[in-house]
């Protein structure tokens, strides 16, 4: 098997409001492995993705993604990793009033050396080269002159996921890419990821709410519940009402009280 790709051990997160959002999370995912990240409301799957690059820093355990101990990572080597980790929101963050290609060429920006170098008219035409190339892969090379905003918002995510592509990531990060999207958009959506991922052998992370989707897409599931890990399996040995129970168990004891 494959050295894990990321490594969490004993993971907690306390915020400063008393929340304890992660309570000692184990995870290992290894290379080229897609891991369905599944939980109801609150119960840490954000905070979890957000402490993999130190957007949110841990209270205590570790964390090694792409052999970078996150947790004692000075910013410099913070700043290399997040170049090689992709990832893609459920709010979709386009320039929304530049084009959809310079909105992919900007994907580059972190890979090239210096912002000098990135305004070379002859890097220029290789990212322009690049990002056609990563539109056509998206399907989207015909709308590579519209603006971005007149899009819609299944097309949004697929040039964001080609922006993405254009950083040459090795471990996608996706929180609830298609929760704004209606079911078809959705699952076109969900194909192209999955797509991309495997054909470039990239890690991937992905939160959804829909248990259809994560049915499809998932082989292996991490359910968390309140911060802790509930469920870590193969999707194919999942029945259906365990996988309901991971938000209606909850519900109940919410009702309860
Ligand atoms: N910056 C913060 N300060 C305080 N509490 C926070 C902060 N961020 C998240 N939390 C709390 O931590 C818990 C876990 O939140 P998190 O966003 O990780 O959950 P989630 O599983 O991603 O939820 P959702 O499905 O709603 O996106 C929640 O109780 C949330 O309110």
Known sequence: MHDPVIRVQGLSKEFPNGTQALAGVDLQVSAGETVVLLGANGSGKSTLQKCLTKLVRPTSGTVEVLGTDVCTARKREISALRKDVGVVFQKINLVRELSVLTNVIHGSLGRVRSSRNWFASSARGEQREEAMEALERVGLAHVAGRRAEQLSGGQQQRVAIARMLMQQPRVVLAD????????????????????????????????????????????????????????????SRVADDELEGLYTAEDEVMYAH
């Open 176 to 235: 609830e890419p298609v929760a704004a999207l209606d079911p078809r958009a959705g699952r076109a959506v969900m194909d192209l990821l999955w797509e991309v991922t495997e054909e470039q052998g990239l890690t991937m992370i992905c939160t959804l709410h829909q248990l259809g989707l994560a049915r499809d897409y998932g082989s292996r599931l991490v359910a968390l519940r309140e911060g802790r890990i509930d469920m870590d399996t193969y999707m």
